[in-house]
């Protein structure tokens, strides 16, 4: 059973940053395709970034060239490094994760995520 804990949330002025981190219990993270979601109050939860072991990877719209996704497979370790924050982005972020080995391919569709974090809350505000 796939473990995640997320951390590094907080608060954080317009235009500031924030990188979170997503520690997995995995010995290895080929086999999985990983994402970050976010949840605001009121909202469904939607798909931010998601990541291979190819090291491809895919973002949505709203954060794209703000947002970047990367792992650290010795430290089992997925970041989301946050820039040129804005206040829409605040949400609770959940990491998730679904086998799919071998994968060039990843979806931010949370219909395929198996596994899911407690999350952490994000609130950029002055």
């Known amino acids: 059973q796939l473990q995640l804990v997320e951390s590094g949330g907080g608060l954080v002025q317009p235009g500031g940053s924030l990188r979170l981190s997503c520690e997995t219990s995995?010995?290895?993270?080929?086999?999985?395709?990983i994402a970050w979601f976010r949840q605001a109050p009121g909202k469904e939860r939607e798909g931010v970034s998601c990541s291979t072991s190819r090291d491809t990877a895919n973002y949505a719209d709203s954060v794209k060239g703000r947002f970047t996704i990367s792992r650290d497979n010795a430290e089992k370790t997925v970041y989301l490094q946050m820039n040129s924050l804005k206040p829409e982005d605040t949400a609770v972020y959940y990491c998730a994760a679904y086998w799919v080995p071998l994968s060039a391919v990843c979806t931010i569709d949370k219909r395929p995520y198996t596994f899911w974090g407690q999350g952490t809350q994000v609130t950029v505000s002055s």
């Open positions: 995995e010995v290895t993270l080929d086999s999985y395709a």
